[in-house]
């Protein structure tokens, strides 16, 4: 069974705008992270926002936020006056269990001006 | 700071060569992985590491070995390279289980 599903391939966005990522997850564990990456055309994985199960505030980073709701099983990345630099793929991460970080298939998120 | 260190960042194999990726890190992290990322897939563990002397597979594991020696190297083998091993190979480390992880710049393979 899929543990991270991310149901948009492709999300697009004009500058400016907030956009919502997508991402649901599926864990019987009590503990577990949740984490966001970008990872732009260049190809470097960049961490973004990280959000604790246990935690009971939503995580922020900036522009970033992650709208974290657990009896859902969601974590969605919320990313707010989107700019063009923004353009990238974005990967939503589960850890579990012991140690294994599964990914999603990821969005590819394209900002237009 | 140096990071986590790839080598190399291409490399092309002919099927059943065999070929180790290096991955080094200065960060002394306990946690290291190993990932393939395909196209329309996302990335994928092969195999990981919680510290030296202890590996575990991922879920994709098979055509590849690991060893974990030390805290800073956590390489990569490929034993008889196969057409579907064709991929950008990703290593990783972080300090804790719910750390971020610090990814190296890849490496990108071709198995023809």
Not at chain 2, 68 to 73: A, C, F, L
Not at chain 2, 97 to 104: A, L, S, T, V
């Amino acid at each position: 069974a899929q543990k991270i599903t991310q149901t948009q391939p492709g999300m697009f966005v004009q500058e400016k705008e907030a956009v919502t990522l997508d991402c649901t997850y599926d864990t019987s564990d009590q503990s577990y992270g949740l984490f966001w990456y970008k990872q732009p055309s260049s190809g470097e994985m960049i961490f973004l926002i990280y959000q604790g199960s246990y935690d009971e505030q939503n995580a922020t980073e900036g522009r970033y936020s992650l709208n974290f709701q657990k009896a859902r099983k969601s974590a969605n990345l919320v990313i707010s006056a989107s700019q063009l630099g923004d353009s990238a793929m974005y990967f939503c991460a589960m850890r579990e269990g012991r140690d294994k970080l599964i990914f999603g298939t990821g969005t590819r998120l394209q900002v237009f001006p | 700071n140096a990071g986590v260190t790839q080598t190399p960042k291409f490399q092309v194999l002919k099927t059943g060569q065999s070929m180790t990726l290096q991955c080094a890190q200065d960060m002394n992290h306990e946690y290291m992985s190993w990932y393939r990322q395909d196209p329309g897939m996302g990335l994928r563990l092969i195999h990981y590491s919680v510290g030296a002397g202890i590996t575990d597979q991922g879920e994709v594991p098979n055509g590849y070995n690991v060893s974990r020696s030390t805290t800073e190297d956590f390489p990569l083998r490929l034993l008889s390279a196969a057409p579907s091993q064709t991929s950008v190979y990703f290593c990783a480390s972080s300090y804790g289980r719910y750390q971020p992880q610090h990814f190296g710049d890849g490496t990108r393979l071709s198995i023809l």
